[in-house]
């Protein structure tokens, strides 16, 4: 079975930049879609940014247009997303996930990472 592993989170100040990393390890590696969910405390998880694994294309959610990348290493099957001039609500848990259809709906992916924190103080 694969599991996916997410680094990269800390604290930074308003207007900063992380990168975070989500490494796919073991089992096979079929998933058609992987994606970025964030949680802040007391709220749903909410969808950030997704990829159609084989072809490379992004889908990102409003909130983070124009300061959030996400790539891809196809070879290492591992997953990035990099955020800049980030805001205190960018604030939260983030969580990788994997599933077979490109969506921005969190139950309707089957594999998920633990999370990495992300704290962005004003």
């Known amino acids: 079975q694969v599991q996916l592993v997410e680094s990269g989170g800390g604290l930074v100040q308003s207007g900063g930049s992380l990168k975070l990393s989500c490494a796919a390890a073991?089992?096979?590696?079929?998933?058609?879609?992987m994606g970025w969910f964030r949680q802040a405390p007391g709220k749903d998880r909410e969808f950030v940014a997704r990829v159609r694994w084989n072809s490379g294309q992004t889908y990102y959610a409003e909130s983070v247009k124009g300061r959030f990348t996400m790539s891809r290493d196809n070879v290492k099957n591992t997953l990035y997303l990099q955020m800049n001039d980030l805001k205190p609500e960018d604030t939260g848990v983030y969580y990788c996930?994997?599933?077979?259809?490109?969506?921005?709906?969190?139950?309707?992916?089957?594999?998920w990472g633990r999370g990495t924190q992300v704290t962005v103080s004003s």
């Open positions: 996930a994997a599933g077979s259809y490109s969506n921005s709906i969190p139950s309707l992916y089957n594999t």
């Open positions: 073991g089992g096979d590696f079929s998933f058609r879609v």
